[in-house]
């Protein structure tokens, strides 16, 4: 054998049951005499020939006791999954913000939608009784698709590497800021692994399905087998060079499945395998440990063609880990209060600054925006988030892109008195021309949602970036945070080690550009997976034109 191939078992679907049972062959017959009888005589005129109304009858009582009986048990699981679905969505409304910020909640909610609504819909699909069907179907067009279902999971596995977090932890629900505890079962576990297993990412296949496989362990009903779980370990297994592991898992599906046939076929080219790896390690044992201490992860990494250099040192950012400050430079950041320069509303109203890091200078200003602005902001953006956007490099276009998940609205200052009055705060705070900057950005992540590493200015490489605008490069950077966020989510400076966590009613500001309007490439920058939460946070990109007396050309070129 040289080739091994796991099954790509099915979605586990509800059961189905039959409404009416087979007759039998008897009462057929007796139907067929007594249409038979009907075609030539009048029942009433005999009585034995009446006796054969009561067999018929009867069989009648007992083909509707069964569908009776049929439609009761249907009903039953209905019932049951419309009191589960109740207990849960009472829960979710009472903060429907805090609970799909659960990440678990999320892709649960995608799972529900897209492939568990379905199987209720075909459970009841001759039961039209207050227009049920008719009303699901309508609402059925806008679920969730596969896609989405998809996305979720994948945001899930993103969050575990990202957060160092164990499949046992994810699907206990144990995540950090969590109010509504919400546990995997087996199903979900598996879907995982088969979503990992489609994108041949073997190392998330065998820690979902070793997942599945001990809550079957443990003793949890599930529509998925232990066979179908180990032919997907044993493959993912096998994939990352652990033979004898490979060999152990088959044994067991063959003690499950004694006829399963490519376990049989498998155990013998495991076998043989496994002979030729020990052989090889006897001639080079040193070689072989070292092999053998390899991180999967990691090999995953590079078997996936991963683009981002700096992978680990993002994931060790947000998680609060990686570079931190010397106490010297530490004890010359300061807070202080803005007052502007001859700005007649900072002089009455000046703003709390506080140094967030020094090179480059990054800045927060807290109480910066009101609870009032944040609500209307998200009032105006909400009906208008679309899928946030990356501009390519290469060809310029707009598109969307795995590394940034969240969806995105632009507001304009003449759409109400709350964003004009924003664009002007911003103007006082930073002293610097914002009639060429663009237009508002709000932005809510999703499940996982996260931007990579990336710079918001314009490289030399990229000489048409904001060609279109008019205005010159992205000078800086001014970013609210409009909501707490209750694990991760922080925006981290990957060059320096710099890392700003949300707190909402704050906002952070940055120079993109020096004086001279050379790129700054240490604010190299990444928004971090919401592990837990809901994130909303809008930004105003200040462009160079307009800036010319503000900010004058600085004569070196980093001054």
Not at 151 to 156: E, F, I
Not at 415 to 425: G, K, L, M, S
Request: proline residues 4%.
């Amino acid at each position: 054998m040289s080739e091994h191939v796991a099954v790509r078992s099915s979605a586990p679907q509800l059961v189905m049951i039959s409404g009416l049972h087979a007759e039998p062959a008897d009462r057929h017959e007796r139907k067929s005499g007594l249409m038979l009888h009907h075609a030539h005589s009048d029942f009433f005129t005999s009585i034995g020939q009446m006796t054969d109304l009561l067999y018929t009858e009867k069989d009648l009582v007992t083909s509707l006791k069964e569908y009776i009986k049929a439609e009761e048990s249907k009903l039953e699981q209905v019932k049951q999954w419309a009191e589960k679905l109740e207990s849960l969505t009472v829960m979710a409304m009472e903060d429907p913000e805090r609970f799909v910020g659960h990440p678990v909640n999320a892709f649960k909610l995608m799972k529900r939608l897209n492939s568990e609504w379905a199987n209720v819909e075909n459970l009841v699909l001759k039961d039209t009784a207050d227009g049920f069907i008719s009303n699901l179907t309508v609402q059925r067009q806008f679920f969730p698709n596969d896609e989405d279902q998809k996305g979720a999971a994948k945001a899930l596995i993103r969050l575990q590497d990202t957060y160092q977090l164990s499949a046992k932890v994810i699907s206990a629900g144990d995540l950090p800021g969590v109010v509504h505890k919400s546990r995997m079962t087996v199903e979900d576990c598996f879907e995982l692994g088969k979503v990992a297993y489609s994108e041949s990412d073997y190392y998330h296949t065998e820690l979902w399905m070793a997942q599945a496989l001990k809550q079957l362990d443990d003793g949890e009903d599930s529509a998925v087998d232990k066979v179908t779980v180990l032919d997907y370990l044993s493959y993912a297994v096998y994939q990352q060079g652990e033979l004898d592991r490979a060999l152990e898992l088959t044994k067991r599906m063959l003690k499950l499945d004694p006829t399963h046939q490519r376990a049989n076929g498998n155990l013998k080219y495991f076998e043989v395998q496994l002979e030729k790896q020990r052989k090889a390690e006897a001639a080079s044992e040193g070689e072989a440990r070292e092999k053998r201490q390899v991180n999967k992860r990691d090999v995953q990494m590079k078997r996936s063609k991963d683009p981002l250099p700096e992978r680990k040192r993002y994931e060790q950012l947000c998680r609060g880990e990686g570079v931190k400050m010397t106490p010297r430079r530490q004890s010359r950041l300061f807070c202080r209060y803005v007052h502007g320069k001859r700005n007649p509303r900072l002089l009455l109203a000046p703003f709390k600054q506080e140094d967030e890091w020094d090179r480059p200078h990054i800045v927060r200003y807290h109480d910066i925006i009101s609870d009032y602005e944040i609500a209307k902001i998200k009032e105006l953006a909400k009906p208008r988030l679309r899928r946030a956007t990356i501009s390519n490099p290469i060809t310029g276009v707009l598109e969307t892109a795995s590394y940034r998940i969240s969806k995105s609205a632009w507001l304009t200052g003449y759409e109400h008195p709350v964003i004009d009055r924003i664009n002007q705060r911003i103007e006082d705070v930073t002293g610097l021309d914002v009639l060429t900057a663009e237009e508002l950005q709000v932005a809510n992540y999703g499940v996982g949602g996260q931007y990579e590493p990336h710079f918001d200015f314009g490289r030399k490489d990229e000489p048409d970036a904001f060609k279109e605008l008019g205005t010159g490069n992205r000078i800086a950077t001014w970013l609210f945070y409009m909501s707490d966020v209750a694990a991760g989510g922080a925006t981290v400076f990957t060059d320096v080690g710099a890392a700003v966590w949300p707190k909402k009613g704050t906002a952070v500001f940055w120079y993109n550009l020096f004086s001279s309007g050379e790129g700054d490439y240490s604010t190299r920058h990444a928004a971090c997976p919401v592990l837990v939460g809901n994130k909303w946070v809008s930004n105003k990109w200040i462009h160079e034109r307009g800036q010319e007396f503000r900010r004058p050309c600085g004569l070196s070129e980093t001054e």
